[in-house]
């Protein structure tokens, strides 16, 4: 018997169980069966969570504070708006914050020290207030529709 | 020839089964559904802080015993810095929380502790403080210090804050906190926060996912 050959027995033969069922029978009754189960498993634990609800896609939103900020408006100096005071986003959109500065600021919700990378998803429809430390508006208003 | 290809197709299917099942393995047991609440790349890191913890309020509201900012094994904490006089973002803010948790299985809403660091001690006494917070959740913890600095470098380590204002008189006239709610694991990390007005939904998921989290490590 060749290589080939013994894989092919293996194949048809070992690989089923032992209680006589050919091949596609095994398939049919134990493998198919498994697979559809084995698939409603994953879908379910890729999408279980509160409620059972999937998570909603959105939009990514980032925003650079950049290094020096808080040094610059220390100096009473201009900085770039990179915030504006009043944001509108949508449910599953996620703003994520990248402070390249070596002091921590905060955007509305979203509070990131120096060096830092934040980032939240707006799961729910909302008005998110926050103080703001960058530009010249002290708070931030993010309305998620 | 032909025993070759009876050979590998039994041998391809067999490729497929082993992939899906893969596939299963690594939905059932990686992580991670993504969390929804605010994250970072390095998780703010909590278990050094200290503050005192209401023991007993009914016999001796003075007695006091340290409270870590970590969770037992396999548990999460949901730490919030509010006040009972609070109008609006506390009362809501911990409602919610409860209301996540009440959708959790038993089980899991047994390992959710709730955390209440009052900013406004000296009108939040042990007893108001315990009644409050325990409103909230049957394991509740009352924490509570007269000591600004104290208080101020639990805050920092949060990057949270609060101002108390007072009058001429002394009386508290507005006290302005932050109303972010962390959520702390056993190894005393902030691994996701919940700004204000989150939403049970939000909260319920990343408390599930919290706790599939450190229930594995």
Redesign the interface.
């Known amino acids: 018997m060749t290589e080939?050959?013994e894989?092919?027995e293996a194949?048809?033969g070992q690989?089923a169980p032992a209680s006589g069922l050919s091949?596609r029978m095994f398939?049919v009754l134990v493998?198919a069966p498994?697979?559809v189960a084995?698939?409603a498993?994953?879908v379910a634990?890729?999408t279980?969570?509160?409620?059972g609800?999937t998570?909603p896609s959105g939009t990514t939103f980032t925003f650079e504070i950049p290094a020096g900020t808080a040094e610059r408006m220390a100096r009473g100096e201009p900085v770039a708006d990179i915030f504006p005071e009043r944001m509108a986003a949508s449910v599953g959109d996620t703003y994520v914050v990248v402070n390249l500065d070596d002091a921590?600021h905060q955007l509305?919700?979203?509070?990131?020290?120096a060096g830092?990378?934040?980032?939240?998803?707006f799961?729910?429809a909302?008005?998110?207030?926050?103080a703001c430390t960058v530009g010249d508006h002290d708070t931030v208003t993010i309305v998620v529709t | 020839m032909p025993r070759i290809t009876r050979g590998t197709a039994p041998t391809r299917l067999w490729a497929g089964v082993v992939a899906v099942a893969a596939f299963v393995l690594a939905a059932c047991g990686g992580d991670e559904a993504e969390l929804r609440g605010m994250v970072r790349d390095e998780p703010l890191q909590v278990a050094g802080v200290t503050l005192p913890e209401i023991v007993d309020a009914a016999s001796d509201p003075a007695r006091t015993q340290p409270f870590t900012f970590r969770a037992p094994p396999g548990e999460v904490l949901v730490v919030f810095f509010g006040f009972t006089n609070c109008p609006d973002l506390c009362p809501t803010t911990l409602a919610e929380v409860r209301a996540a948790t009440r959708r959790l299985d038993p089980g899991d809403a047994a390992r959710v502790g709730v955390v209440m660091v009052t900013v406004d001690p000296d009108r939040d006494t042990p007893e108001r403080l315990v009644q409050y917070v325990s409103s909230f959740s049957e394991r509740a913890h009352a924490v509570r210090t007269e000591d600004p600095a104290a208080l101020l470098a639990a805050e920092q380590a949060f990057l949270a804050s609060s101002t108390v204002v007072r009058d001429e008189a002394g009386n508290v006239t507005d006290v302005a906190h932050t109303a972010t709610a962390y959520v702390v694991d056993d190894q005393g990390r902030v691994i996701v926060e919940w700004p204000f007005g989150f939403g049970i939904d939000g909260m319920a998921h990343d408390l599930e996912t919290v706790l599939r989290q450190v229930r594995r490590a």
Do not use: K, N
């Open positions: 080939i050959d894989r092919a194949a048809t690989g091949l398939l493998v498994f697979l084995a698939a498993i994953a634990s890729l279980r969570g509160g409620g609800e998570a921590l509305g919700p979203i509070v990131a020290r830092e990378t934040a980032r939240i998803t799961f729910q909302g008005t998110y207030i926050g």
